[in-house]
């Protein structure tokens, strides 16, 4: 039995659709499958036949199943998973241009602040901030509630309004006024609740199996070590993939002596006798 204990707001058949669907998603249950006949659901997710016919009913209004009689239900429309779906990868790695199928809406405009207690870096110079708190869509479904913080006096350069329809980095840069040469990431798993429940859900049945979403801490820092740019990125999790590329010897650098040796430090091989 999988677990479909409630989540507030979010009914049982609901969720059951979701753990469905998640089938689907991962290819389980591929175009032409034949799912399982309703008392074996039943069993599978200990509920009742009402909530299996009422999930039912939520696939086959999203055109992914089909059921005939005598035939049982059919699986009719695969899922792209996301890490097949290149657009919505670079939606989510790509910090410089949105992709085609990719909007942005802006929810608050709020000058001049200071950074948020959990993006503060002790130490490092302050400014003043513009805060920037957006979703981001994919083929107009929800998948990012994102708030930027970025330093008040490139912001002012930017052109008027245009950060509802380019990404801050990419604002940034073209600004040039800023020598960037550091970036920082903090990725946790946090519940998902309260606006994130409001802002990244397109309807009552949207969400996938998951009841947490994807964190993000993001800071770009300047030569001097002043933060020019940070955010909180919060990423449905069911339409999340991180994209890490990384030169092998970076894995040999440590500011830690004894961790991991720099290739400078690791032992010579013996000569052979």
Request: with cysteine; glycine share 6%; hydrophobic share 40%.
């Amino acid at each position: 039995m999988m677990n479909t204990e409630q989540t507030p707001g979010i009914t049982l058949y609901t969720r059951v659709a979701s753990l469905l669907r998640s089938r689907i998603l991962s290819g389980e249950w591929a175009v032409g499958s034949i799912l399982p006949p309703i008392p074996k659901l039943c069993e599978l997710y200990g509920v009742g036949t009402i909530t299996i016919r009422q999930a039912l009913r939520i696939l086959a209004a999203e055109g992914l199943i089909e059921s005939k009689r005598g035939r049982g239900t059919t699986v009719t429309k695969g899922i792209v998973p996301v890490q097949h779906n290149r657009p919505l990868r670079q939606a989510i790695n790509d910090p410089l241009e949105l992709g085609p199928d990719q909007t942005i809406r802006i929810l608050q405009v709020e000058q001049p602040v200071s950074l948020p207690q959990e993006l503060m870096r002790p130490g490092l110079p302050q400014a003043e901030y513009v805060r920037v708190k957006k979703i981001h869509f994919y083929k107009k479904t929800p998948f990012a509630l994102i708030d930027i913080y970025v330093i008040k006096e490139a912001f002012d350069r930017f052109p008027k309004g245009a950060e509802a329809s380019s990404k801050i980095g990419l604002l940034l840069r073209n600004d040039g006024s800023i020598n960037l040469v550091n970036v920082e990431q903090e990725v946790t798993i946090v519940p998902r609740m309260g606006e994130l429940d409001q802002y990244l859900s397109a309807n009552s049945s949207d969400f996938a199996v998951s009841n947490v979403v994807v964190k993000i801490l993001k800071w770009w820092k300047d030569s001097t070590g002043q933060i020019a740019f940070a955010g909180i990125h919060h990423y449905r999790a069911d339409m999340f993939v991180l994209e890490i590329k990384r030169d092998v010897q970076d894995f040999y650098v440590t500011t830690e002596p004894g961790l991991i040796p720099t290739p400078s430090q690791k032992p010579a091989k013996k000569a052979s006798s």
